[in-house]
């Protein structure tokens, strides 16, 4: 049916919200509706569509009514029906829809123009559909149909898929569609509804879908099995031959070929008349029931009756005998409630069949005794069981939805055990998932990780930073690792505890009628006490860390500035000055404040006891000009001196404070005249000699000054002698006695009761601790005098004394704070296998906060352990089997007529009872013996009555005691009963023997290593806190350890035994080394070299050299130099003050005159002085250096040379400095410098030039500066910290525009911009070694036996090792050999061949034994059987099943038979694959049942064969292609190979076999031709073909070949011969070595090979060349110029101007 879409409702509803529709009239078909569309459908409601309608109508016939069209013309449409609209659900409803009538050309005509008596309804009455219908309608599916392929499919019948044409291979699979049914129906009774039911609620179904048709696969089968011997000692008989399915057909394949192949087989002639009858016996008949119970105890009754009346009363001996043999029996029957055994009886058939397999007389069958027909046996019931008990309690006594559920288990019992084949027992306990109710059980404990505090910090040293000369490490900071414990406790304690306390309080206050006043949840405080720890199992989420990286501050260490210099003379305290003792200082202050007050500072203050102290003085600033005291221009004056008043530190104050100061005086001067002699100034006052004044010293300071012109010796002031041109003055005469104040270290703070603090305060102390009062620190203070020790207090300044006592918070004490102890660890609660091993509990707590500041210590006990209470040996449980009752005989009147019978004797059953007891011997449920003991006991046997003329025997006796091991013989006897022993058939020992000798077993063990040598373990000592996880720090696990290797002992039959018989504990035991980690090793540390640069930022460098690399897993060794690698360096900034070395020049010497005018003492003359390098200071220059380390630019000059002026000439002073160049130096801009005049000349006599200039040019005398930045240092530490937060700095640099460092006052004067950061945080890595957790416990063997088992043992990495920490070992799990283990197991042997007894064929039994096999558990080990006893320990179970079959039926065909074989093994697991590309269809196996027939008239007769699937997994793609063997004359061998190597039958496609044949039409009659693989007639090697012009061989032509000798031949010719043979091997031609290769120039063709072109294109080349070079050897060559020394000379790089170049 064609679905119809459903119209919207006016408003804008969807018809699915409510009811939709369903009409009964017949739908409209597709192809009525596609030809043209009704114009009145549209998405908008049915009011509109008739509004719309009736216009379109009334407009049609204003268009049409000019015309009438004939109704032939016209034909009525219908639109789709509407809504079914109707007041109830069901039938009943009406729907309508559109009419209208249009012209054959499809446009809309008037409605008259159709006919009315043909004009469709356009109401109709239908089904309305509502919501509650979903439940009673459904869709029903089809099968999908199979896959067909699309290019086949049509509108009708769909043919079946085609095979592809034989000449076509398949490559991939096809595409296809497959279609089915889908209907909508009633669910209740399936009838058939209409589908726009079933559209209402769910879409249609699809009908179709695509899918793959993959390739027929053919079946691929085995090769045949050799054949088998003849079915026939004598006459014609079969021989077969069977082959296996491989692979199955699918997809249409080729269906699998006959397995089994048969051919007739004659070994001889039979002498006499040829077997054809044999005696065959069928299945035995059911088991049938006797007479009933009652009828047999009713008969027994009788008999007993009659005979109590025919005796007389028993005396009392006698009735007490038979009352115990009546009890011995009850017991025996103790049981039978469980099994009731019922004994029966089954028959079988006997016949004798002819061996074309029909039935004959059994008198044909010539046999003596025929076999039995009638037997005993149990009749068969099932087992049967009670009820099932009632649920116990769940395993899961608390409520957490989160945590996994409970367990609860019921039980059932057994009351009727199965037996004879009935139905096995079902499970007798069950157990289902359970989870109580939140209000019938407390919540559930819950369980979270608790963590004790971090330890203190530790810090290891770096490797470069190890040096003997800094062995105290206790100062250390920086970076570095603590650790804490983690443990394990239950997190809900104390609620648990306070809703019990709660409700024990609403308790009583309910019944003391009070109203309860409990403050709500959230306002109780809880008390923080520690809580115990649990085991560490039941906390399931992951564990905190146990290790983290601290940093330890490091202490600021104070630093000072350089000393000042010396200052004056001055009182202690100039507002007090009445003491008359003065001292000199100098100070030095702090640069850097000290993380710990500035107590750790050194003295900043030291004094000199001086006399005449004052507080303020005059300070000379200068001198000015000389002015004439005549007024005229020269002669005697008086120079002014300019001065300032100061204090005693230097500082410009107030001039009234020196008004008691004495004020300097004017000085002397004279202002040389025309002849005066001319002296230059005085220098400045030298440093002083000597710091102090002693004794033996005293310090001296000296001045110069030198003649700058001669007097002319009239009337001129004449020059000073030499000794005048210096003055020494005395300096610095205080004593060398130096003072200042010493402070010791303070001291601990202790407490002070008089000043406390408030808790409010918040006060926190040094450490973050919190503080609880405040306490006083006491230090020390002496006075010292340098260099010679403790002084009285008085010698030093009194107001400069430190502080001996300042306040100190205490902190606050704090206790030792320890978990609970934590439960005593279980016990074992259940009982020990083996007996009774003694086992211990323990238990133990935690320390969560160690005591600082005084607390109270921790406890010393943390660990306690105790023996647990013995536990009793498990209870086992065992099968007691009782007496076997009586053998029960089939009765006498059902076997009476079978042959061969007798009433009193013959073969039966006897059964007996078992019953479950304790290994003590109670009485047990037979519910544990069915659980845990091994495999039930058999209740029946069968047995033998025996007759008359059977021989009895007693039972086997034990067999005698060895007296040793391997020595001598054991016996045991049996012998004759009752009248066999006069029988002579009992009496013959080959027969019935009476006695069996066994040689004693020879025990002999020996034992052998097996396995490898286990790891190095080192000796296991004792591991505290279980409950805690620890961390293993640094131990260094080396030293002596043992390793071990497992022992295995075996018997003198090589089978594996107990590890104790060959007296050996399972190992052998070996010292061993772990080597110990060496770390890397360096030297100490160099002296730093001076810095690199004697102004300006430089470096200054240290290093170590490597003394040992690391090995065996040591710290390995800082990062080397690349160059040498063995070398570390440490390189830090510094910073030289250019002022550090300066030039210091001596006074100018007397002026030595070249051109000496004797009379003036004038003219041209040099002067010279000493220039020296000295180490400036703060006060001046005290030591001579080196000269280098002075720039030797500044250098002044340590000569002159100048003109000395004459009496009156005109003297100046000496140059002064050059005045600064203004900026930018371009060239333009100039410099000056002046000279005045010191005596003026005389008369007519004028003054040189006192200026001079100079242009200012640049790197001259002009210089531009920058600043220059340096590049980050390395990250600098405190002197303590080994690593962690350091600081990296910069330098800045002021370089000159020459590129040289200068001051950076140079820059600074110019205020260029300082826009960088010089200091920046940085991180040195921290060395951590590896951390690593202890190791886990010994795992449990990985096999419980065998040689191959090992126990491992694991730990973890806690905290990986960084920087140059130690790093983790590699070995990170152990492991050892488990004890050697013989591995027993009970087995089936084989199955028995199937035996008939008494008969030639029929239905028969084959047995099979469970015995006990030991191996040594490794896959190709060789299993043995032992004794029983060894597997006393297992369970009685082969493969994990408890029911053994022991006997089953099987079937010995008869001669005529033709019969099925056995299921071949399943084949390897294989995938459907098309070109090795595994098509997704899944992996099958297969196996296959051949036929087999014995005698060629039955071969009608056989069954058909049989095959059967299979799905596996991991299927391999195989592949399949021909193979071919060698042409033998026109033929050859041709088989299907599988990718494995296999030949199989079928997979290969046969339209690309190749030919097996290779025949040719015509044939090949030529001499020397052959037939081609190709059906074509060529010539042997050595001949040409010669074709007709039809294209046939027409003859064989002999062409001469090209031989070339193999290697070893000893022709070397190359020779043209005529090839006799040429197909014959080269080793039957007599003379020849090798082979022969034999170029042949034509094809088969007749034609020139292409080879023959190239060889001549190839020889007419080397022609042209060899005539070429002829011609340049020949030609006379041109001279060539002569060149010398070419041959020598050596190439190089530059041009030396030769012509080679």
Request: aromatic content about 6%; glycine content about 8%; hydrophobic content about 25%.
């Amino acid at each position: 049916m064609e679905s119809i879409s459903a119209l919207t409702l006016s408003g804008g509803t969807n018809i699915k919200s409510g009811c939709a529709f369903f009409c009964h009239t017949p739908s409209v078909s597709k192809s009525e509706l596609e030809p043209r569309s009704p114009p009145v459908l549209s998405a908008r409601g049915s009011g509109e569509d008739e509004r719309e309608e009736e216009e379109e109508e009334e407009s049609e016939e204003q268009r049409t009514s000019h015309r009438s069209i004939p109704p032939s013309l016209s034909a009525t449409e219908e639109g789709p029906w509407g809504r079914c609209m109707g007041n109830e659900c069901g039938p009943g409803g009406r729907q309508s829809r559109a009419v209208w009538c249009t012209h054959v050309d499809g446009w809309t005509t008037l409605p008259t123009n159709c006919p009315p008596a043909v004009r469709p309804d356009n109401q109709q009455s239908c089904f309305r559909v509502c919501d509650w219908h979903r439940e009673l309608y459904d869709w029903r599916l089809g099968q999908w149909s199979p896959c067909v392929p699309v290019a086949l499919r049509s509108g009708g019948e769909v043919p079946p898929p085609a095979a592809p044409p034989p000449s076509s291979v398949c490559t991939g699979r096809e595409e296809g569609i497959q279609t089915r049914e889908v209907a909508c129906v009633r669910t209740s009774d399936g009838a058939p509804a209409d589908d726009a039911i079933c559209e209402y609620f769910e879409p249609r179904p699809r009908l179709e879908q695509a899918c793959l048709i993959p390739c027929p696969r053919d079946c691929v089968v085995s090769q045949f099995s050799p054949w088998t011997g003849c079915s026939k000692a004598c006459g014609i008989g079969l021989q077969n031959r069977v082959r296996n399915v491989l692979a199955p057909p699918a997809f249409g394949g080729t269906p699998c070929p006959n397995l089994t192949d048969f051919q007739t087989c004659q070994p001889r002639a039979c002498e006499g008349q040829e077997g054809l009858y044999s005696l065959k016996v069928g299945p035995w008949s059911p088991c049938a029931l006797l007479h009933s119970r009652s009828t047999r105890q009713a008969k027994r009754r009788r008999n007993k009756e009659r005979n109590r009346g025919k005796g007389g009363p028993r005396d009392p001996d006698t009735q007490e005998l038979i009352k115990k043999k009546r009890n011995r029996n009850r017991q025996n029957r103790q049981e039978s409630q469980l099994w009731d055994l019922q004994v029966g009886y089954q028959s079988r058939e006997v016949t004798c069949n002819h061996r074309n397999g029909s039935p004959v007389a059994l008198s044909l069958c010539r046999q003596e005794d025929l076999p039995v027909t009638f037997q005993s046996c149990i009749m068969p019931r099932d087992c049967v069981v009670n009820e099932w008990s009632a649920w116990g309690p769940c395993s899961k006594d608390c409520y957490d939805p989160n945590t996994p559920e409970g367990v609860r288990s019921r039980i059932r019992q057994v009351q009727l055990l199965p037996v004879g084949g009935g139905t096995v027992c079902p499970s007798l306990e069950e157990s289902e998932p359970c989870s109580p109710k939140a209000d019938e059980v407390p919540p559930c404990p819950t369980y979270g990780w608790k963590t004790t505090e971090w330890s203190e910090c530790r810090v290891d040293v770096l490797l470069s930073q190890q040096d003997r000369r800094r062995s105290n490490q206790t100062g250390l900071c920086g970076g570095g690792v603590q650790s804490r414990e983690v443990y394990c406790v239950q997190t809900n304690a104390d609620l648990l505890t306070y809703l019990s306390n709660l409700k024990d309080k609403e308790g009583d206050q309910s019944q003391g009628k009070q109203k309860p006043s409990t403050p709500p949840l959230l306002s109780i405080t809880f008390e923080i006490t520690a809580t115990r720890p649990v085991d560490m199992d039941l906390c399931t989420g992951p564990a905190p860390n146990t290790t983290q990286l601290c940093h330890i501050a490091c202490p600021v260490e104070c630093e000072v500035s350089s000393w000042t210099a010396w200052g004056p003379c001055t009182f202690e305290n100039c507002d007090d000055q009445a003491a008359k003792k003065g001292f000199k200082m100098r100070k030095r202050k702090i640069i850097n404040e000290p993380s710990g007050g500035r107590g750790n500072c050194p003295h900043l203050v030291e004094a000199i006891p001086c006399d005449e102290p004052t507080c303020y003085e005059w300070q000379l600033v200068k001198l000015e000009e000389c002015v004439p005291d005549t007024g005229t221009e020269c002669g005697p004056g008086t120079q002014i001196p300019k001065v300032q008043c100061i204090n005693s530190s230097g500082d410009m104050v107030d001039q009234q404070l020196c008004r008691d100061a004495i004020f300097p005086m004017p000085v002397a001067c004279e202002v040389p005249c025309p002849k005066d002699c001319v002296l230059s100034p005085w220098s400045q006052w030298s440093l002083c000699s000597q710091t102090c004044s002693g004794k033996t010293t005293e310090g001296k300071q000296m001045r110069a000054r030198s003649i700058l012109a001669y007097s002319s010796g009239e009337g001129g002031i004449p020059c000073p002698n030499n000794s005048a041109l210096q003055e020494v003055r005395s300096c610095n005469n205080h004593p060398c006695t130096v003072y200042h104040w010493q402070t010791g270290p303070w001291g601990q703070c202790t407490e002070d009761t008089s000043i406390t603090i408030s808790a409010g305060n918040g006060t926190a102390g040094l450490g973050g601790d919190a503080t609880c009062s405040v306490g006083v620190q006491v230090r020390k203070v002496i006075c010292v005098r340098v260099n010679v020790g403790q002084v009285p207090p008085k010698k030093c300044p009194e107001s400069l004394r430190p502080d001996t006592v300042r306040p100190c918070p205490l902190p606050c004490k704090r206790d030792c704070i320890v978990t609970s102890f934590s439960e005593w660890t279980q016990c074992p609660s259940t009982c020990q296998e083996g007996g009774n091993v003694k086992s211990k509990q323990s238990w133990n707590r935690i320390i969560i906060q160690l005591p600082t500041n005084g607390g109270q210590e921790c406890p010393d006990v943390l660990y306690e352990e105790r023996d647990c209470e013995p536990q009793p040996v498990c209870q086992g449980y065992r099968w007691k089997t009782h007496k076997w009752r009586r053998c029960q005989l089939v009765p006498w009147y059902i076997r009476q007529d079978s042959p061969g019978a007798q009433e009193t004797c013959g073969q039966g059953l006897q059964t007996r009872a078992i019953s479950c007891r304790r290994q003590d011997g109670g009485p047990a449920d037979i519910r544990e013996c069915l659980k845990s003991a091994n495999s039930m006991p058999a209740i029946t046997q069968p047995c033998q009555l025996p007759c008359q003329d059977d021989c009895q025997l007693t039972n086997w006796s034990k067999f005698s005691q060895c007296t040793a091991d391997c020595v001598g013989v054991r016996t045991r006897k049996r012998a004759l009963v009752g009248k066999s022993k006069k029988k002579d058939k009992c009496r013959n020992p080959q027969m019935y023997p009476l006695s069996e000798i066994q040689y004693c077993p020879c025990n002999k063990y020996n034992a052998q290593p097996v396995g490898e040598w286990s790891d190095c373990i080192l000796p296991e000592g004792r591991v505290e806190g279980t409950l805690g996880m620890r961390v293993q720090g640094d131990v260094k696990e080396c030293g002596q350890g043992y390793r071990y290797q497992a022992m295995a002992c075996y018997d003198q039959n090589g089978r594996l035994v107990e590890t104790s018989r060959c007296n050996s504990h399972g190992y052998i035991e070996e010292a061993c080394i772990i080597p110990c980690p060496s770390d890397c090793k360096l030297s100490e540390w160099s002296n730093w070299s001076r810095c690199s640069k004697s102004c300006g930022s430089g470096v200054k460098v240290r290093s170590k050299w490597l003394r040992e690399k690391p090995y065996n897993g040591g710290r390995p060794c800082p990062k080397l130099d690349h160059v040498s690698q063995a070398q570390v360096y440490e390189v830090v900034p510094c910073v030289s003050d250019c002022s550090q070395y300066i030039w210091v020049a001596e006074p100018w010497s007397l002026w030595k005159v070249s051109n000496v005018d004797l009379k003036e003492n004038c003219g041209e003359g040099v002067q010279t002085r000493k220039v020296r390098c000295m180490q400036n200071t703060v006060d001046g220059p005290v030591d001579a250096v080196e000269e280098y380390l002075c720039d030797p630019e500044e250098m002044p000059l340590g000569a002159q040379e100048s003109r000395l002026p004459c009496p009156e000439d005109c003297v100046l002073s000496s140059w002064g400095p050059w005045s600064l160049c203004n900026l930018p130096c371009n060239g333009f801009n100039r410099r000056e410098r002046m000279a005045y005049p010191v005596r003026l000349p005389g008369m007519g006599k004028q003054c040189l030039v006192s200026k001079q200039s100079e242009a200012c040019m640049l790197n001259k005398n002009c210089y531009h500066y920058t600043y220059n930045i340096t590049d980050w240092s390395t990250c600098q530490l405190s002197e303590k910290a080994v690593c962690g937060n350091g600081i990296k700095t910069r330098l800045l640099d002021c370089v000159r525009s020459d590129g040289k460092s200068v001051d950076l006052k140079f820059c600074e004067e110019l205020g260029l911009e300082k826009k960088w950061q010089m200091n920046a945080s940085c991180v040195v890595e921290c060395p951590v070694n590896c951390q690593l957790s202890d190791w886990s416990p010994w795992s449990q063997c990985s096999q419980t036996c065998g040689l191959i088992g090992k126990m491992w043992r694991r730990r973890e990495v806690i905290q990986p090792s960084q920087g140059d920490g130690r790093p983790c070992p590699p070995e990170m799990e152990q492991w050892k050999p488990c004890p050697v283990q013989p591995c027993y197991r009970w087995q089936y042997s084989p199955w028995s061949e199937c035996r008939v007894q008494d008969a030639t064929c029929g239905e028969g039994l084959r047995q099979r034994n469970v015995s006990c096999f030991v191996s040594d558990g490794s896959q190709d080990g060789e299993e043995s059987m032992v004794e029983e006893e060894l597997c006393g320990g297992l369970e009685m179970a082969v493969d994990g099943q408890k029911q053994f079959t022991l006997e089953e039926m099987c079937t010995v065909p008869c001669p005529s038979d033709c019969y099925l074989m056995e299921w071949s093994p399943w084949s390897s697991c294989q995938t459907i694959c098309v070109n090795g590309v595994d098509q997704g269809l899944g992996s099958v196996q297969v196996r296959s049942r051949p036929v087999i027939a014995q005698e060629p008239e039955n071969l009608l007769q056989c069954p058909e064969q049989a095959w059967e699937t299979r799905p596996c997994i991991g299927g391999q793609c195989y592949k399949y292609q021909w193979m071919t063997g060698k042409w033998q004359g026109s033929s050859r061998l041709v088989w299907c190979q599988r990718s494995d190597g296999l030949n199989v039958t079928g997979g290969c496609p046969v339209s690309i076999k190749p030919v097996t044949d290779r025949s040719c039409d015509p044939p090949c009659d030529k001499p020397q031709s052959y037939c081609s693989e190709v059906g074509v007639c060529v010539c042997e090697d050595g001949y040409t073909e010669v074709m007709t012009s039809d294209g046939l061989l027409d003859q064989c032509t002999l062409i001469p070949v090209l031989e070339i000798p193999a290697a070893g031949g000893t022709k070397g010719d190359v020779k043209t011969s005529r090839a006799v043979d040429p197909t014959q091997p080269a080793a039957e031609q007599p003379g020849k070595f090798g082979r022969a290769w034999f170029l042949q120039p034509f094809g088969p063709d007749g034609m020139l090979k292409t080879w023959v072109y190239g060889v001549a294109v190839g020889a007419l080349v080397l022609l042209i060349f060899i005539a070429s070079m002829i011609y340049l050897a020949c030609k006379k060559p041109k001279k060539t110029q002569k060149r010398q020394n070419n041959r020598l000379k050596p190439l190089t790089l530059a041009y030396d101007g030769d012509a080679d170049m």
